[in-house]
T-cell receptor
């Protein structure tokens, strides 16, 4: 069965510092991987996704993620954190049936300090 | 404007009441989903639909039911609400892309059962 593990339920960075949110997946086939962001009292919004091809994926708001098959990882990064980046971030993998169903990780809360 | 809507946004209700959470999308997507999300936790799929007259149970067992009579509408019903149903409910939709689907989320309904 597929699964997603996000290391660190809470990450705190200073404004302007590097953001690194970790995601590891388990899948028996090449996965489709997603990062979503959830701002307070809102639904989820897609940041970026990896399907095939280039392993470095660029998303919205300056975020990017790198698919590393050998490490089964899909970590999310942003060079310089902004106060508006404070939110909940979810990593997800498409299930094996490729029906569009997603399996989500536990989420990581990003706090940005001034 | 293409979007996905959920009403009500917040609902406080007494035990034993019947409730219906509304979800509508204007994007013409065939696939729709209901997730349950407890604070600080991952999303759990409770229902999904591939199209009109199609409904399936998700990975998390739920006492709720759903219907899909129209493409744009996917309501969720609890016949007799209990305190254990207190949670946030998120609705999403997607266009089938062979597992690479981007799911679009509504803002959620925060349900409190007293």
């Amino acid at each position: 069965a597929q699964s997603v593990t996000q290391l660190g339920s809470h990450v705190s960075v200073s404004e302007g510092a590097l953001v690194l949110l970790r995601c590891n997946y388990s899948s028996s086939v090449p996965p489709y991987l997603f990062w979503y962001v959830q701002y307070p009292n809102q639904g989820l919004q897609l940041l970026l996704k990896y399907t095939t091809g280039a392993t470095l994926v660029k998303g919205i708001n300056g975020f990017e993620a790198e698919f590393k098959k050998s490490e089964t990882s899909f970590h999310l990064t942003k060079p310089s954190a902004h106060m508006s980046d404070a939110a909940e971030y979810f990593c997800a993998v498409s299930d094996l049936s490729n029906t569009g169903k997603l399996i989500f990780g536990q989420g990581t809360t990003l706090q940005v300090k001034p | 404007e293409a979007d996905i809507y959920q009403t009500p946004r917040y609902l406080v209700i007494g035990t034993g009441k019947k409730i219906t959470l509304e979800c509508s999308q204007t994007m013409g997507h065939d696939k729709m989903y209901w997730y349950q999300q407890d604070p600080g936790m991952e999303l759990h799929l409770i229902h999904y639909s591939y199209g009109v007259n199609s409904t399936e149970k998700g990975d998390l067992s739920s006492e709720s039911t759903v219907s899909r009579i129209r493409t744009e509408h996917f309501p969720l019903t609890l016949e007799s609400a209990r305190p254990s149903h207190t949670s946030q409910y998120l609705c999403a939709s997607s266009e089938y892309m062979g597992g690479m689907d981007e799911q679009f989320f509504g803002p959620g309904t925060r349900l409190t059962v007293l």
